[in-house]
């Protein structure tokens, strides 16, 4: 398995451009998030999935969208890039038994910078 | 409001000796508990969790971690440190209201083993 894979690794924007963070796991997993990591602030929930076609904010959803067509991808779409969202961002899957106590599995990451 | 403090950026610790990252936790209910750590470049690995039952909970790499109702504490332990440990330390709670296995991070420690 190779688990959750995340692309690009690396990616610079300008202001106002958009692009696409993709995010697939291989373990199929129901639930699906992803995360920004910023300096000294621990991870920060963007959105998520509960499953396909099924999706929801988390606490910093504003600037973000997201989908979920299959149970193996959850991409998360920048619009309209600002500074602010310079960061990295980390893909996360986990299978829910229902009882709140499972492990979430990450993907390496991807550093966004905007300028 | 539900939180979990890391109250030390940075722990410094000699290759060989005991080392104790700290955690606690501000939340209603009964919490579940992980460790995360991650390396440079890396997404986060899961090292160990407490749902119930034995206080002390055991997890990769020669980790342990004891849960302390009374104190809210869940400090991560290892009897030996090894250079190879240094990382970045993250602890997380669970078990939360809100129906997708949220978790809430701390902001993270860093821990330098030398030689």
């Known amino acids: 398995n190779a688990g959750v894979t995340q692309t690009p690794k690396f990616r610079i924007l300008k202001i106002g451009q958009s692009m696409t963070l993709q995010c697939a796991q291989d373990?199929?997993?129901?639930?699906m998030y992803w995360y920004r990591q910023d300096p000294g602030m621990g991870l920060k929930l963007i959105y998520y999935?509960?499953?396909?076609?099924?999706?929801d904010k988390g606490e910093v959803p504003n600037g973000y969208n997201v989908s979920r067509s299959t149970t193996e991808d959850f991409p998360l779409r920048l619009e309209l890039a600002a500074p602010s969202q310079t960061s990295v961002y980390f893909c996360?899957?986990?299978?829910?038994?229902?009882?709140?106590?499972?492990?979430?599995?990450f993907g390496p990451g991807t550093r966004l910078t905007v300028l | 409001a539900q939180s979990v403090a890391q109250p030390e950026d940075q722990v410094n610790v000699a290759e060989g000796n005991p080392l104790t990252v700290k955690c606690t936790y501000s939340?209603?209910?009964?919490?579940?508990l992980f460790w995360y750590v991650q390396y440079p470049n890396r997404g986060l690995q899961f090292l160990l969790k407490?749902?119930?039952?034995?206080?002390l909970v055991k997890g990769s790499y020669g980790f342990e971690a004891e849960f302390n109702k009374s104190q809210t504490s869940f400090h991560l332990k290892k009897p030996s440190a090894l250079v190879s440990d240094s990382a970045l330390y993250f602890c997380?709670?669970?078990?939360?209201?809100?129906?997708?296995?949220?978790?809430?991070f701390g902001a993270g420690t860093r821990l330098a083993v030398h030689p």
């Open positions: 996360a899957s986990s299978f829910d038994s229902g009882a709140g106590t499972d492990t979430q599995y």
């Open positions: 373990m199929n997993h129901n639930y």
């Open positions: 999935s509960v499953g396909a076609g099924i999706t």
């Open positions: 939340v209603s209910g009964n919490p579940y």
């Open positions: 407490y749902i119930t039952g034995d206080n």
């Open positions: 997380a709670v669970g078990g939360l209201e809100g129906g997708y296995n949220k978790l809430i």
